[in-house]
């Protein structure tokens, strides 16, 4: 989802109309994906050359056919049976057959349905565990509200989530301890929560270092990256700001990181900022535990999103919002801009993430139109872009606000 000024300054007069509500959920209703288990209707069972995407704001996964060009299904995924229950970033345990996803309510000052605001529910999130066989659930566990991005671990047997909770660091402005948006760390054998951590304000962004000994995320409020080290019994914290300083409003930031990329090898992580003019990606060098200017870019033409890496690591593809365009800069400082596309907005509006699929091509997120007026409303696209000049090769649609891509398959 797209963070917006306009969201948080509206929330902001909403609060006091929000009271607590309890959500009973079923019991868990399947078993794991086991060998057994095919789908003669997916390529290779379904293992293989498939890719499911969030669509945040219609409760469900589509899964598409890469081989085959098409959107096979949209599965619903939502546990609420009254209330928008909105999949944001996905993660997939292959060898388990599950996938994972935080699951975010709306705020109840506005109207259930998909006009929810990201960042301004007041019911605890859920996060939950899905057979890939047949979507059946196979576990959930109650998170804060406002989950934002998650991350699993290479073994599959830890989760952790990040919560993009506007709410809590507007009610909480006068205390900057109770501001901090929590990582919740979550055991996917017994789906049980092992650690909640405050980290700081409205982290979103989320990824692990290649070592999976350091946990990465966005610090919206903070202006700042979240290094999170695993090493010992519980996660530590600490902050590197963007300007060296910490912002002079969390509820106001001046850069705003939201999206986070980590380079193949581990030795750069890059945030995307949505709030900064001109826009920024903004670069933190691992070995120096520093902000990097130099591998930072304000060349961009719109606000950075989720990039996606090509196989070497050389060179990254930005969806940038605003333009509605990826950009294809070097990941070695001075970073480069080496080209730029743009979509008109009936094949891509709002791109959210880049994803190098194992067919060899880049894959493009883009979340469509959706508002008050039916007439103007569009569901999202998938773009499948060549390598080389990342012209389009297929277009799938998908369902409303599509978040992120995952794939079924290893890439090459």
């Known amino acids: 989802m797209t963070p917006t000024r306009a969201g948080a300054a509206a929330l902001a007069t909403a609060l006091s109309a929000c009271g607590e509500e309890r959500v009973v959920y079923d019991r868990p209703d399947a078993a794991p994906w086991g ?3 095919e789908r003669p209707d997916l390529p290779d069972g379904g293992v293989a050359s498939v890719a499911y995407v969030s669509n945040s704001l219609m409760n469900s996964v589509s899964v598409l ?66 057979s ?22 290479a073994d599959g047997r830890t989760a952790y989530v990040s919560h993009f909770d506007l709410r809590r660091a507007l009610e909480n402005a006068s205390s900057p301890e109770a501001q901090r948006s929590h990582l919740i760390v979550i055991d996917t054998a017994t789906m049980t929560r092992t650690a909640t951590v405050p980290v700081c304000v409205a982290a979103h962004g ?9 946990l990465y995320t966005a610090c919206y409020g ?12 519980r996660p530590t914290v600490r902050l590197v700001y963007i300007a060296g300083r910490p ?26 900022c ?24 304000r060349t961009l033409f719109g606000k950075p999103y989720f990039a996606g890496f090509s196989p070497d690591g050389s060179t990254m593809i930005v969806p940038t919002q605003g333009r509605d365009s990826v950009v294809r800069l070097t990941t070695r400082a001075p970073v480069t801009v ?4 743009t979509f008109p907005p009936e094949q891509c509006s709002l791109p959210h993430q880049v994803a190098y699929g194992p067919d060899g091509l880049y894959y493009l997120v883009c979340e469509g139109r959706h508002g008050s007026d039916p007439s103007t409303n569009r569901p999202g696209t998938v773009l499948a872009l060549r390598p080389d000049d990342l012209s389009v090769v297929r277009t799938f649609t998908v369902g409303m606000f599509p978040d992120a891509i995952v794939f079924g398959g290893s890439a090459p």
């Open 35 to 37: 060998a057994r288990c």
């Open 65 to 130: 056919d890469l081989a085959a060009g098409r959107t096979m299904a949209a599965h619903p995924v939502g546990v609420g049976p009254l209330a928008e229950n909105g999949p944001h970033h996905l993660a997939l345990d292959r060898p388990r057959g599950v996938v994972y996803m935080p699951l975010s309510f709306p705020a109840q000052a506005i109207a259930a349905g998909p006009h929810a605001e990201h960042g301004s529910a007041v019911s605890p999130g859920v996060f939950v565990k899905r």
């Open 132 to 153: 890939l066989c047949d979507f059946s659930l196979l576990g959930q566990v109650d998170l804060d509200p406002n989950p934002g991005d998650l991350a699993l671990s």
């Open 206 to 214: 989320l990824a692990l270092s290649p070592d999976g000994r350091t």
């Open 222 to 233: 903070d202006d700042a990256l979240g290094v999170v080290s695993l090493d010992g019994p």
């Open 247 to 272: 912002p002079g409003s969390t509820t106001n930031p001046r850069y705003g990181p939201y999206a986070l990329s980590v380079a193949p090898d581990g030795s750069t992580v890059w945030m995307g």
């Open 274 to 297: 949505t709030v900064a003019t001109p826009p920024l990606l903004a670069a933190y060098n691992v070995t120096a535990d520093a902000m990097d200017t130099a591998s930072s870019s």
């Open 338 to 341: 080496l080209q730029q596309v």
